[in-house]
């Protein structure tokens, strides 16, 4: 997965409390996603950025915020972690060639945990 | 029901085999065609990227795309042991980047090949 990091890999957290899953991208692509992957629903899309600053929601964004002040870092926010939200999180950055974006490029993911 | 679908398997073949993967979708939007490699406990990895109708050829691998019957297949030929993995189909709009390269993705297929 080079030029793109997730942190941390691993995470066990209790209901309730917030979460921080950070990407970092050495690539200066313009665009990076956070997907999570669940058994029976494939990657499911819950934020992307367009830019610096410039966010949108994805298909399953309730109970998730993200943040991008830097070209390289885009910032997952679970505010109040539920059951629901364990799952694997990935991040992926691209940057549009054309009209098509010819392609992800994805982290390692992150296994989130939430008792 | 979702705007990709694909059968989740899992798929066992023997080693030398041909592979058949495929999926449907069902917005004629959809323009850009792409399938993923995911190995276990790892991030998905970019196989095969198509636009138009017809075959796309990389060594043993051969992406299939009609548009008419909006049907994307892939063909793996020789299979062996090292394609055991996880294989998701993914669709982007053709929206002139108003996209903003989002992936629409199937539920993904779980291959394996046995010696």
């Known amino acids: 997965d080079a030029g793109i990091t997730q942190s941390p890999r691993h995470k066990v957290t209790e209901t309730g409390t917030p979460v921080t899953l950070r990407c970092h991208q050495t690539?200066?692509?313009?665009?990076m996603y956070w997907y999570r992957q669940d058994p029976g629903h494939g990657l499911r899309l819950i934020h992307y950025s367009y830019g610096v600053k410039d966010t949108d929601k994805g298909e399953v964004s309730d109970g998730y915020s993200v943040s991008r002040s830097k070209t390289e870092d885009f910032l997952l926010t679970l505010e109040s972690a539920t059951s629901s939200q364990t799952s694997v999180y990935f991040c992926a950055i691209s940057e549009m060639q054309g009209q098509g974006n010819y392609g992800y490029t994805f982290g390692s993911g992150t296994r989130l945990t939430v008792v | 029901q979702k705007e990709v679908e694909q059968d989740p398997g899992p798929l066992s073949v023997p080693e030398g085999a041909i592979v058949s993967l495929n999926c449907t979708y069902s917005n004629s939007a959809f323009q850009y065609f792409m399938w993923y490699r995911q190995y276990s406990r790892k991030g998905p990895e970019l196989l095969m990227y198509?636009?138009?109708?017809g075959n796309k050829e990389d060594g043993r691998f051969t992406a299939q795309v009609d548009k008419s019957s909006k049907y994307i297949s892939l063909f793996i030929r020789d299979s062996q042991p090292s394609d055991s993995a996880t294989y998701l189909c993914?669709?982007?709009?053709?929206?002139?980047?108003?996209?903003?390269?989002?992936?629409?993705f199937g539920q993904g297929t779980i291959l394996t090949v046995h010696p």
């Open positions: 690539e200066n692509h313009r665009y």
């Open positions: 198509t636009y138009s109708s």
């Open positions: 993914a669709t982007e709009l053709n929206a002139g980047g108003t996209s903003y390269g989002k992936l629409t």
